[in-house]
């Protein structure tokens, strides 16, 4: 089915209104798999692409598609994806924010940041690198670790993309033993597929356009872009114990009124909800107040839920300040317990090694607490996430360790809370991004 009638650029008025949930989604898979083709195609055919933008992208008289994403001149330079570009665009259905990730096995680390966040994952399979007329042909060791990675970050929706059919012999033969292998693999490490369709990025078909033949490679299902455009957004944690990072604290001193206090707490709200009359307690003070007014974004008063922007003023006036997290208190209902020992897995970023006896800064919401690295645990063989006895994690490696805090914090595993499981360490000297934590219990 043709669907350019359904794409189009809407009108920056439009937009201003448009409250839809923009899905955040990802390509990944092996290099030079056509991860940025496929996305300067979805941008190029969705007429999300300036005139003078594409006139600096020519080559040869021809539209390079993966010079749309590929932004820093070493990637032009090298034709390669080294950091992850972002990039907008949007449908009738939806709007979309895509994070073009690096295939490089040395650049594991950019593709681990950018799946932490995502709604869904496009992995990318280049027909043309398998040995496509065995039935059972084995897949490149990239997309194996890509899919895994996607598992072990509880990406929602992952869909595999069999790119480059049109370069090989029987377009049809190919996609049935790929995905007869896709599927294969992702039943032997249960992982959930939303489905597999087959594309052309560098021809556009089944990317937002239907094939020219209705029959190519024998399949009749949905674009890519269909499919993208009916994945769900990633619900937020509304079920959860109330927890609130405090980002920015606002004073209005000056009011008269001290019947409650006269500061309001803005961020972001992380699980639960919060109402007027609500009980909480201050991480990491342990104060307990009651909140006076509840404030969204436009500071009209509403109850906030998760993943919303809120503004809170309490009824007395508690020491607070930025990085503090407000929870909800014991009586509350089940409270958020505190801890100083977190078990946790490790995406390694820096290019020194991590051992154990480290001392690191650690992030977790806007709190800044100091981290030593009590033990490493295990190391994860990347390519199929079995457990390995180690004492060091080398760059671009991920593994078990035990964290031992300088002041507690109120984390949830990260199976069960983005927000509340996950950490980021910083080293102490460079101020480098050092690893990416996700709690375990």
């Not at 292998?181 to 052309?200: G, H, M, N, R």
């Not at 114990?241 to 009124?257: G, I, L």
């Not at 069960?416 to 499981?421: C, E, F, P, V």
Request: contains cysteine; proline residues 3%; aromatic residues 6%.
């Amino acid at each position: 089915m043709n669907t350019t009638s359904t794409v189009r650029a809407e009108p920056v008025e439009a937009l201003a209104q448009d409250t839809r949930p923009a899905l955040k989604f990802i390509t990944c898979g092996s290099v030079d798999d056509g991860k940025s083709t496929l996305i300067g195609r979805l941008l190029v055919d969705s007429k999300a692409v300036l005139q003078d933008h594409l006139a600096g992208v020519q080559r040869q008289g021809e539209t390079d598609l993966a010079l749309l994403t590929d932004g820093l001149s070493a990637e032009r330079e090298q034709g390669i994806t080294i950091d992850v570009a972002y990039r907008y665009f949007n449908t009738e259905t939806r709007k979309f924010i895509i994070g073009d990730a690096p295939g490089h096995e040395q650049y594991t680390r950019n593709m681990v940041t950018a799946a932490s966040a995502a709604d869904a994952a496009v992995v990318l399979v280049d027909a043309t690198k398998l040995d496509w007329q065995d039935a059972g042909l084995k897949l490149l060791v990239q997309t194996r670790r890509h899919s895994l990675l996607l598992k072990l970050l509880r990406v929602p929706s992952i869909v595999f993309a069999v790119n480059k059919l049109d370069a090989v012999a029987d377009s049809a033969l190919a996609f049935a033993h790929i995905s007869a292998a896709l599927a294969a693999f992702a039943a032997e490490a249960d992982i959930t597929v939303t489905a597999t369709v087959p594309v052309s990025a560098l021809k556009g078909w089944n990317v937002v356009d239907a094939a020219v033949d209705a029959a190519w490679c024998g399949y009749s299902g949905p674009t890519l872009l269909e499919i993208l455009e009916h994945l769900p957004v990633t619900a937020a944690d509304t079920a959860l114990p109330f927890a609130f990072p405090v980002q920015w604290v606002e004073k209005f001193s000056s009011s008269s009124d001290t019947s409650q206090g006269r500061r309001v707490f803005w961020g972001r709200v992380a699980t639960g909800g919060v109402i007027p009359g609500q009980q909480i307690k201050v991480m990491p003070s342990g104060q307990t107040a009651t909140v006076a007014q509840v404030l969204d974004h436009a500071r009209h008063p509403k109850n906030v839920l998760a993943g919303h922007s809120a503004g809170i003023v309490l009824d007395r006036e508690v020491d607070v300040s930025r990085g503090d997290w407000l929870l909800a208190a014991d009586g509350e209902g089940a409270a958020l317990e505190a801890s100083r020992e977190i078990r946790a897995t490790v995406a390694w970023m820096d290019d020194e090694t991590l051992v154990a006896g480290r001392v690191y800064w650690a992030l977790h919401g806007h709190r800044w607490v100091k981290a030593k690295v009590k033990r490493i645990v295990h190391k994860l063989d990347i390519n199929t996430l079995a457990e390995e006895d180690a004492t060091q994690l080398e760059p671009n490696a991920i593994g078990h360790i035990e964290l031992t805090l300088q002041e507690p914090l109120a984390t949830l595993p990260y199976a069960q809370s983005r927000a509340l499981g996950s950490l980021v360490l910083v080293d102490t000297a460079s101020h480098k991004t050092s690893g990416a934590v996700l709690v375990n219990g």
